[in-house]
T-cell receptor, first 114, second 110 residues
């Protein structure tokens, strides 16, 4: 059973709504990640946090705002999204950010923007 | 050109068959390589890391060719439960750069 949980599992929102995705890891890891997986496209890395500090932001639009209050929790705040933002949003964690560190994924939040 | 490219398939094979997937990467600074497996509507899970010397885990063998910039995955004696999408993953830049391929879809049939 995965040590990374995500809530909600499904979310439908309008373009004017504000919502937040939550991720929690129970593995004692120090790094956390947000990925986006759109239909028929590869996973895209959005944000990387190491020890609660954002270390990577891959040119993600400002309507996506991450927050990492501690090493176990990661949020993705959403506002004024577009229909093309509909996708599976996956959270992952790893012991560190070194290239050999295995990333463990949560089950994802399937987001639909109307 | 995509930084990590995979044949999308699908590969349709009978049980017991041997099947091989290739993945090419374009950035020579790539440092670490992995194969992940993703079942339909589920999260990706690590299948195996890929080392220069090649590595084997049961029916699965992974190879890395740095000179030609590709990695491969060989599955022997395919099982129905091997049906999934196999994702090639390349990491560099201290791990901050993690690039996934689009995946290769495998169907194993009885």
């Amino acid at each position: 059973e995965t040590g990374v949980t995500q809530t909600p599992r499904h979310l439908v929102m309008g373009m004017t709504n504000k919502k937040s995705l939550k991720c929690e890891q129970h593995l004692g890891h120090n790094a956390m990640y947000w990925y986006k997986q759109s239909a028929k496209k590869p996973l895209e890395l959005m944000f990387v946090y190491s020890l609660e500090e954002r270390v990577e932001n891959n040119s993600v639009p400002s309507r996506f705002s991450p927050e990492c209050p501690n090493s176990s929790h990661l949020f993705l705040h959403l506002h004024t999204l577009q229909p093309e933002d509909s996708a599976l949003y996956l959270c992952a964690s790893s012991l560190g950010t070194g290239t050999n560190n295995e990333q463990f994924f949560g089950p994802g939040t399937r987001l639909t923007v109307l | 050109r995509k930084e990590v490219e995979q044949d999308p398939g699908p590969f349709n094979v009978p049980e017991g068959a041997t099947v091989a997937f290739n993945c090419t990467y374009s950035n020579s600074a790539s440092q670490s390589f992995f194969w992940y497996r993703q079942d339909c509507r589920k999260e990706p899970k690590l299948l195996m890391s890929v080392y220069s010397s090649g590595n084997e885990d049961g029916r699965f063998t992974a190879q890395l060719n740095r000179a030609s910039q590709y990695i491969s995955l060989l599955i022997r004696d395919s099982k129905l439960s091997d049906s999934a999408t196999y994702l090639c993953v390349v990491r560099r830049g201290g791990g901050f750069k993690t690039i996934f391929g689009a995946g290769t879809r495998l169907f194993v049939k009885a």
